[in-house]
T-cell receptor, first 113, second 116 residues
C-alpha cells in the first residue's frame, strides 16, 4: 500500500548514543519533511527536502542531521542523543503538482535516558 | 515569514453541541488553509482545506470559513461525536504543497474533548 512509514515506532536509548530514525515513502513524493512534536502538541519543522541531494534546515534549530540519497528515503540522525531530544518525531511528504496537503507518518516516540 | 495563531488550546464540548476553532495568520499572501486532525497516538491527517477564492467549504459535519480581509479562518464541527475528540491543527501557506516550494506553517493545536 502506498504510504509513508516510520521506524521504530518507539525508542528508548541512553545518553550519548547515536541513533537514526527511518522514514520511507512509497508514493514517489519529491518533498519530505521532519517535524518534532512537543508533548504539548505543537509541530516544529526541523528539516525538509525537495528532492534527492536537497536538504534544508527548518524553523526550529535541531542538532539532528538528515540525508536524501534516494527519493523514497529520508532518515534523521542524532550523533549523540541527549535527554533534551526526547520527543515525538513525525515525517511527512508531499508531491509537486498534486493538489492536496501533507501525508504524515505514524511517528517515532524517542525517549533518551 | 508566516505566523499562525490558533485558539483555544483546549476545548471541551458536550456531545451533540458544536465546536469552533479559530486561527489567524500574518502573511496576506497566504492562500491555502488546511486543517489536520490528530487522534491520540495516531498521525495527523488532512480533514478539510480551503483556498482564498472560497469563503466557506463544507464536508458533512465539518466546515471551514475564511475571512481574507481579517486574515482569519475557522473550523466548525456540528453535532459533535466522541470520535471527534482529537488535536486539531490549522495551517497556512501561499500555495498548496504541491505547487511551488511553499511549506505549511502550522498553528499550535487545539485539544478537543467531546463529553458524552
Amino acid at each position: 500500500e502506498a504510504d509513508i512509514y516510520q521506524t521504530p515506532r518507539y525508542l528508548v536509548i541512553g545518553t550519548g548514543k547515536k541513533i537514526t530514525l527511518e522514514c520511507s515513502q512509497t508514493m514517489g513524493h519529491d518533498k519530505m519533511y521532519w517535524y518534532q512534536q512537543d508533548p504539548g502538541m505543537e509541530l516544529h519543522l526541523i528539516h525538509y527536502s525537495y528532492g534527492v541531494n536537497s536538504t534544508e534546515k527548518g524553523d526550529l534549530s535541531s542538532e539532528s542531521t538528515v540525508s536524501r540519497i534516494r527519493t523514497e528515503h529520508f532518515p534523521l540522525t542524532l550523533e549523540s542523543a541527549r535527554p533534551s531530544h526526547t520527543s515525538q518525531y513525525l515525517c511527512a511528504s508531499s508531491e509537486f503538482g498534486l493538489n492536496y496537503g501533507y501525508t504524515f507518518g505514524s511517528g517515532t516516540r524517542l525517549t533518551v535516558v | 515569514g508566516e505566523n499562525v495563531e490558533q485558539h483555544p488550546s483546549t476545548l471541551s464540548v458536550q456531545e451533540g453541541d458544536s465546536a469552533v476553532i479559530k486561527c489567524t495568520y500574518s502573511d496576506s499572501a497566504s492562500n491555502y488553509f488546511p486543517w489536520y486532525k490528530q487522534e491520540l497516538g495516531k498521525r495527523p491527517q488532512l480533514i478539510i482545506d480551503i483556498r482564498s477564492n472560497v469563503g466557506e467549504k463544507k464536508d458533512q459535519r465539518i466546515a471551514v470559513t475564511l475571512n481574507k480581509t481579517a486574515k482569519h479562518f475557522s473550523l466548525h464541527i456540528t453535532e459533535t461525536q466522541p470520535e471527534d475528540s482529537a488535536v486539531y491543527f490549522c495551517a497556512a501557506s501561499k500555495t498548496p504543497p504541491g505547487f511551488g516550494n511553499e511549506k505549511l506553517t502550522f498553528g499550535t493545536g487545539t485539544r478537543l474533548t467531546i463529553i458524552p
